[in-house]
């Protein structure tokens, strides 16, 4: 199973900004969406956002105009800017990617085959 690496969480204070890198283990992202995903203890894994083969992005009501996913191919990696985080952020934050079309991202998690193990962020004062 194609694995993928996140990185770039921490503990911030309300108000402030992450960028969260996700970095594949082996395979190429060019033919992959690309999806954020967080859970917060005792909750279920949400989708945050995602960003389509061609960059088309979606983003939940709770994060937009906060975050920014974006992918960089000559890097391989894709990034989520968060930026006026607050304590409801709190989570382990998980990327997720499936081999895609050019058609527009869903982030739905059950649709994701390949994840890495997330990374924790947490904000607070």
């Known amino acids: 199973q194609l694995q993928l690496v996140e990185s770039g969480g921490g503990l911030v204070q309300p108000g402030g900004s992450l960028r969260l890198s996700c970095v594949p283990s082996?395979?190429?992202?060019?033919?992959?969406?690309v999806g954020w995903f967080r859970q917060a203890p005792g909750k279920e894994r949400g989708g945050v956002s995602c960003?389509?083969?061609?960059?088309?992005?979606r983003y939940s009501d709770s994060v937009k105009g906060r975050f920014t996913i974006s992918r960089d191919n000559a890097k391989n990696t894709v990034y989520l800017q968060m930026n006026d985080l607050k304590p409801e952020d709190t989570a382990v934050y998980y990327c997720?990617?499936?081999?895609?079309?050019?058609?527009?991202?869903?982030?739905?998690?059950?649709?994701?085959?390949?994840w890495g193990r997330g990374t924790q962020v947490t904000v607070s004062s």
């Open positions: 082996g395979f190429n992202l060019d033919y992959y969406a």
């Open positions: 960003i389509s083969v061609n960059g088309g992005t």
């Open positions: 997720g990617a499936m081999r895609s079309g050019n058609g527009p991202c869903i982030y739905a998690p059950k649709i994701y085959t390949s």
